[in-house]
Nanobody, 126 residues
Framework: QVQLVESGGGLAQAGGSLRLSCAASGRTFGSSNMGWFRQAPGKEREFVAAISWSGGRTVYADSVKGRFAISRDNAKNTVYLQMNSLKPEDTAVYYC???????????????????WGQGTQVTVSS
């Protein structure tokens, strides 16, 4: 069992930055691929970024590539999402998710993630 708690959301201006954190509890965090997803009002939840359990592989949605960076600190059981050059279209609730332990593929599909946090709101004003 893994419990996830996101923090760091808030209001930012276009062009600004925010850093999201996701604190995990549970024995399998260090062996689980982790992902960030987001959901805007009236839209489907969509993939943002993911990182392998070792931190050696990262995957990004085209819409955030070059602006966002995912990282993790297994000693602190925490995964981060650094968001730079924010745009109004980045406004959404951001969710942290954990895949089952020891999966080889770093998935972009929400169906492949088992555990989810409660979400944190990010609002970007123009």
């Amino acid at each position: 069992q893994v419990q996830l708690v996101e923090s760091g959301g808030g209001l930012a201006q276009a062009g600004g930055s925010l850093r999201l954190s996701c604190a995990a509890s549970g024995r399998t965090f260090g062996s689980s691929n982790m992902g960030w997803f987001r959901q805007a009002p009236g839209k489907e939840r969509e993939f943002v970024a993911a990182i392998s359990w070792s931190g050696g592989r990262t995957v990004y949605a085209d819409s955030v590539k070059g602006r966002f960076a995912i990282s993790r600190d297994n000693a602190k059981n925490t995964v981060y999402l650094q968001m730079n050059s924010l745009k109004p279209e980045d406004t959404a609730v951001y969710y942290c998710a954990a895949a089952p332990a020891l999966r080889v593929v770093v998935s972009t599909r929400k169906e492949d993630y088992t555990y989810w946090g409660q979400g944190t709101q990010v609002t970007v004003s123009s």
